[in-house]
């Protein structure tokens, strides 16, 4: 069955600590998402991966870096998170072809205080 | 560039109504996806359906049916005889390949739909 897992579903972090939400996917799939989730907003695409060590920016970027050192996981990093980075954070991954629904984790629920 | 409107924020029903939420899309190339998902309460975003930019057939799954007209860019979803545990927030998105097929999916700002008992 396909699964993707993020490490923790609820955080509380302190501002300016170095937070780290990591994600795991097993199904092999080549393309990895993080998207960030806030009321009236909807889905905000933040970092995207396609592939091992490759990265690239989404619409909201600022304030979050990432890594991909395995294919099966995709970490995102908030080197000083900010109460402003409180937020619902989703991974989801998809097979290589475009045309493919990503699968998604269950969120990670993040406040910053 | 690419978007997706839901202009529905909010929609409340009572039990066995019939409910339709709405999705319009802009896009500058003619081929494209579309794909509506359900997040329930747990969180987790649940695919439903992808439809493809050359297939206007309608789909129906059991009470979930879905209505692509490319005429006036739009992808509505109906949800026949609503049942409680339809509440949840729907998100309609838009994908479109390109030659890399690397392109992210854009999402809609979901409509919370609550069906009443």
């Known amino acids: 069955d396909v699964k993707v897992t993020q490490s923790s579903r609820y955080l509380v972090k302190r501002t300016g600590e170095k937070v780290f939400l990591e994600c795991v996917q097993d199904?092999?799939?080549?393309?990895m998402f993080w998207y960030r989730q806030d009321p009236g907003l909807g889905l905000r695409l933040i970092y995207f991966s396609y592939d091992v060590k490759m990265k690239e920016k989404g619409d909201i970027p600022e304030g979050y870096s990432v890594s991909r050192e395995k294919k099966e996981r995709f970490s995102l990093i908030l080197e000083s998170a900010s109460t402003n980075q409180t937020s619902m954070y989703l991974c989801?991954?998809?097979?290589?072809?475009?045309?493919?629904?990503?699968?998604f984790g269950e969120g990670s629920r993040l406040t910053v205080l | 560039a690419q978007k997706v409107t839901q202009a529905q924020t909010e929609i409340s029903v009572v039990e066995k109504e019939d409910v339709t939420l709405d999705c319009v899309y802009e896009?500058?190339?003619?081929?494209?996806?579309l794909f509506w998902y359900k997040q329930p309460p747990s969180g987790e975003l649940v695919f439903l359906i992808r439809r493809n930019s050359f297939d206007e057939q309608n789909e129906i799954s059991g009470r979930y049916s879905w209505n692509f007209q490319k005429s006036t860019s739009s992808f509505n979803f109906t949800i026949t005889a609503s049942q409680v545990v339809d509440s949840a927030v729907y998100f309609c998105?838009?994908?479109?390949?390109?030659?890399?097929?690397?392109?992210?999916?854009?999402f809609g700002k979901g409509t919370r739909l609550s069906v009443i008992a």
């Open positions: 989801a991954s998809r097979y290589r072809a475009n045309t493919g629904e990503l699968f």
């Open positions: 998105a838009l994908s479109e390949p390109v030659n890399s097929g690397n392109t992210p999916l854009v």
């Open positions: 199904m092999d799939h080549e393309n």
């Open positions: 896009t500058r190339d003619t081929t494209y996806y």
